[in-house]
């Protein structure tokens, strides 16, 4: 095995191993959610979506904090990425503050223009409104697992998440159906559960990033400097903006879907559990590719930079063929294991077939912006995914009103987007050089 494949499976292998345990966590999670009946998945599905939103604002702050320190790193540089922490501490506060406000403000009225059912927007607002005011907590969680991931840490990540997501899933039911003496809060006792996880995932990264030395003594946290908040929000800027519509986009999406009622709604929801499977294997291998060639450029071996993301995308390509073939072959038999409802059966099936026939270019996309982001240079990428990721709804919309197509062609156009993005990002990736002036250990910055 040659250097270049070690290094990035050593990051990404136990990344996705976390994340699979964020997976199982989630079908615990919708299994018992399912239990209130299919308008609350449909709410607690259309919450999601609105999280998602909120999630990619949060990476402003969180990717070029990641980028910097594994730069600062392969500059020979810890001081400056303790440094770059601190700083994207603040600004994390700062914008997790706004977001929290800005969403107690407008979520229950976005969710209302959805197009859900009164009591599918009633329990979407119960449990979503409970996440907002998490978001601080929530914030800081992400920023600390980017720091982990910086430094080539995903191992510490799955123990802290697993640790967290167990805890989490245990007190689903005591929260929301009353065991054990507790009170029943039903739907909004979900959101409880997940709170009290962020929390107590954010005590144990704190904890592990400070006995690490990957972040200052607490006490400097009250320093507070600017040196390095621009490069972090140039960098975060362009791919939270690109995350944004695409996450805005699904609430768009949702408002076609619901046209057909709210089965195909969860569905959909069941269906985005199962593909998780492929999505977050995704995610471990753009963490692996960011920081490998993060610090790369930060050692000035731009060419090497280039090849770790071409490695990353043989890598990925290998890995998602078995989801696809699954997706495929059987993707009743997985929606059945969660609900036995014959039309969201039928629905959530459907967008597995659609989405597993082109899975592989899902991992392009995320392996290549990993690499932008390990270059430092992330306008690019925002420059492909944002048109081809609006585009979604106008052709939905389009092929379901004019073309007298059913709920599938939110499917299709779902995947056939993916494809027209992985390979338009990897056909970009190699014409674009890293950002100048990245560095935290810069002269004269």
């Known amino acids: 095995m040659n250097k270049t494949r070690r290094e990035i499976l050593q990051i990404a292998l136990p990344a996705v191993a976390g994340f699979i345990s964020l997976i199982l966590y989630q079908f615990i999670d919708i299994f018992w959610i399912a239990k209130l009946g299919t308008e609350a998945v449909a709410g607690a599905s ?3 979506y609105w999280m998602w ?10 990717i070029g904090c990641a980028t910097l320190i594994a730069q600062s ?10 440094d770059t922490a601190r700083e994207a501490v603040h600004l994390s506060i700062l914008f997790s503050i706004v977001f929290t406000i800005f969403g107690l403000a407008v979520g229950e009225h976005l969710m209302r223009w959805m197009g859900l059912s009164p009591a599918a927007l009633e329990a979407g607002w119960a449990y979503l409104s409970v996440l907002i005011l998490s978001l601080p907590v929530l914030h800081l969680v992400i920023l600390g697992n980017q ?9 510490t990540v799955v123990i802290i998440m697993g640790i967290a997501l167990s805890i989490n899933a245990c007190l689903d039911p005591i929260l929301m159906f009353g065991w054990w003496g507790f009170p029943a809060y039903g739907i909004r006792g979900a959101a409880y559960a997940t709170a009290i996880g962020w929390l107590l995932g954010l005590i144990l990264r704190i904890i592990y990033l400070r006995k690490r030395g990957y972040i200052p003594p607490l006490r400097e946290f009250l320093r507070v400097s600017g040196k390095f908040i ?9 791919t939270a903006a690109s995350h944004l519509i695409w996450t805005s986009v699904f609430p768009l999406l949702t408002t076609l879907t619901t046209m057909f009622g709210m089965a195909p709604l969860a569905g959909m929801t069941i269906g985005h559990r199962f593909e998780s499977l492929a999505y977050f294997t995704c995610i471990g291998f753009s963490i692996a590719t960011a920081t490998v060639v993060g610090r790369r450029v930060g050692a000035g071996d731009f060419e090497g930079a280039k090849a770790a993301a071409y490695e990353a995308r043989r890598l990925i390509s290998y890995f998602l ?15 059945r294991l969660v609900t036995v409802d014959p039309v969201v059966v039928q629905t959530g099936a459907a967008y597995l077939r659609a989405v597993g026939l082109l899975h592989i270019f899902l991992g392009w996309e995320m392996v290549f912006e990993g690499g932008f982001n390990g270059l430092g240079n992330t306008r690019p990428y925002m420059m492909v995914s944002i048109p081809l ?3 979604r709804y106008p052709a939905a919309w389009a092929l379901i009103h004019w073309g007298g197509w059913g709920v599938e062609a939110v499917y299709w156009c779902i995947a056939i987007s993916t494809l027209l993005k992985g390979t338009a990002m990897a056909w970009l990736f190699r014409r674009t ?6 560095l935290a250990s810069q002269p004269g910055t």
């Open 230 to 238: 621009g490069r972090i929000l140039r960098v975060g800027t362009p």
């Open 53 to 62: 939103a909120l999630e990619a604002l949060m990476e402003t702050t969180t």
């Open 46 to 48: 259309s919450s999601d």
């Open 147 to 155: 720091i982990f991931n910086a430094h080539g840490d995903t191992k």
């Open 389 to 391: 990721t609006l585009g």
């Open 433 to 438: 050089d890293p950002e100048p002036l990245t």
């Open 73 to 82: 790193i392969g500059a020979g540089d810890p001081q400056g990425a303790r």
């Open 321 to 335: 063929v078995p989801t696809s073939i699954l997706f495929l072959s059987a993707p009743e038999f997985l929606i």
